[in-house]
């Protein structure tokens, strides 16, 4: 149930700061900040990481250029800027996330207005039946859902009498005043129109006039439209400006006998109206809609009011609105529409290309829900398949460049080492894609989205094969990546493309098998792991100085702070680096100083720090130490795949049961990995 107060309650509460008075900008420039803000480095440039978009179950991904761009709108807005009377327009290609962003953003902004200082408010009239010419319309509730402070600056005509009347009746210091009027805006239409009712009814008693008014907090149910409010594009001929504005209600013309009120217009009928008191309006598609429907966007964006017949009625929105590159690019090309994309914020929304983060994306695309079988049987995810489907699909979004591969374009792009190509490189790359005029070309912004992912996991879970195994095995998931770039990529070049990628997608995946099997064959997890820290710790103590004869090296372990002792063994140390295709001193010189260099800055910052990304030494010590313990990955795939006599088939069993017991796995993924292992497919 609702409760009722007079609007000098509405102010004390005011004064003593339970409630507070600010625009729709202000409200979300505070949400965002007041969550806080942490520095990162993307793509080789610090920017702003926001606490409020990385919290709850199902949060935003990535998307920190976007963000920041978003961040500083709202606050330039906040602070009277020019944003104020423009919109907001994510334009990028399906999928990749926009409309997720934007509600994402509602829900939090909900529930920051659910908490009582947040709260917004509104006012009603009330015993309108007694002026003789409303009907039996007694109660009538502001449209626009209008602060009630907005009430209280515009009680007289004259503005002198409305900040007497706040000094007095609220008690409010002239700074405190000063500081409501940045927000002034007159009353609307129809709130206008009635109070002036009331004044000659009540012969411009203020007092009596101020018992017509009772403040409420504005509703907040999502299924209503209020304070968060979703249009989206209809078809040419469903959709009119009524959808947004409202129209001429007959219901109220039936008791209305005064014909110039502006209350016989229901705004509510509208969508803006519903957002008008410190929301957010979201229009979905905003340039699918039909021309003279965008033009109604340019009114409300550049006046920030709703206007029909002559009367206004300002309103206090942010405006949010999402657009593909197609429709984006037709309307752009439409010369005599350029007004309207004068009043927006453009910001071009890239997909994610950092493949560490995508792993949290394709989550959500598998669901977090356990899966089971047509049977109804638990569906195992092997353990490989987050990572597998990551890779392919950021794979597809890195744009083609001179400079630098693919792979090392995607390590760039997660903050990882990629040999000797630094991050400066990356940021030349991405630079110069960002002077194509044509946005598609930029990095980012072409390639397998969200849905796509969506598709090709549907695909693989409705497999036979995969029911029939209970488990959906990673190598799989290209498959049905391929299928989904058949079906739906209609450009010649970009299909070309997409699958190319994911060759190279499968090379890192059989790369991870051969890391993968020498855990199971050494019977540890991380088995891999502490043979490239053994050799990094090598090459730093090399050449220390307190080397004895015995050639063991004393050290203080960074991650657990103990002395730890370390056998150096040169020929281990020469046999990674001829791996690697280091064949002089000068090379192997230069190769351990980068690492030293890398172990200097990353250590610093993160003691577990593991080398892991460095795919090439790690590709190198697991071929080293698979070679030195069973005379090579090759005698390992022919133990593995002749099982015949009892030594081998020994071998397959135990590192089965590590697989199993240790790595994660189930029995359908661990024989398909170790089968795959021993074919000779995507050898890079």
Known sequence: MATYEKLSRHIAALKDGERVFENAFQSVARMILGAGFEKVVVNGRTTYDFNLFRTGRKHTIGMFDEINSFVSYVKDAAEGGSSKEMAFVLVGEPGNGKTFFVEFLCSQYRAFLTEPKNRRYTYRFNGLAQLGHYGKINIIDSQTYEDPMILAMNLSDTPGDNRRFLAEQGGLEEAAIDVLYENYRPLGACSGYIWNDIREFCDGNMEQMLDFIEVTPVPMSESLGTVTGKYPAKDKITSSSVDLLGEESIQRLL???????????????????RVAG???????????????????????????????????????SLIIATSNNSE???????????????????????????????????????GSEAKTTLTKEALHQDPNLNYAASVGVVLTRLPRSEKLTSIETMKL?????AGEKSIKALAEVIDTLGQDPDI?????????????????????????ETNEGRCMFAYDVYRTLERVVLDYVSDTNDRAKYLEDLKIAKGLYRERIMTEMFNAYMDEPYAIRKDVMNYVNMIIGIDAENLGPDRMW?????????????????????????????????QRDSFRTSIRKIYGQKISMDPNYDFMDNLELVKAITDVRLKSDIAGAGSLIGALANRTNEENQKLYDRMITTMLNKLGYCRTCAQKTIEYFCTQEDEN
């Not at 009114?299 to 920030?304: D, L, M």
């Not at 103990?562 to 064949?583: F, N, P, Q, T, W």
């Open 413 to 417: 792009a997660a903050g990882e080492i």
């Open 554 to 586: 004393k050290y203080k372990d960074p991650q657990s702070s103990e002395l730890r002792a370390l056998k150096i063994d040169e020929r281990y140390v020469k046999s990674v680096e001829e791996r690697i295709g280091l064949k002089t001193d000068e």
């Open 278 to 316: 410190g929301g957010i309006h979201f229009s979905d598609e905003i340039f699918k809609n039909k021309k003279d429907l965008v033009q109604v966007y340019l009114g409300v964006i550049q006046n920030r009011a709703i206007e029909i017949d002559g009367y206004r009625w300002p309103i206090d």
């Open 255 to 273: 008791h209305i006998s005064d014909t110039n009120n502006p209350y016989r217009f229901d705004l509510r009928r509208g969508a803006l109206a």
């Open 440 to 464: 598609t070309k930029r990095f980012g912004q072409k390639g397998l989205g969200h849905r796509s992912l969506g598709r090709s996991i549907q695909l693989q879970v409705e497999n036979s």
């Open 328 to 366: 984006f690019n037709r309307f752009l090309s439409e010369k005599e529409e350029a007004p309207i994309v004068d009043r927006c914020r453009i910001c071009y929304v890239s997909h994610n290309t950092n493949y560490r983060l995508q792993s949290g994306l394709t989550s959500y695309a598998i």
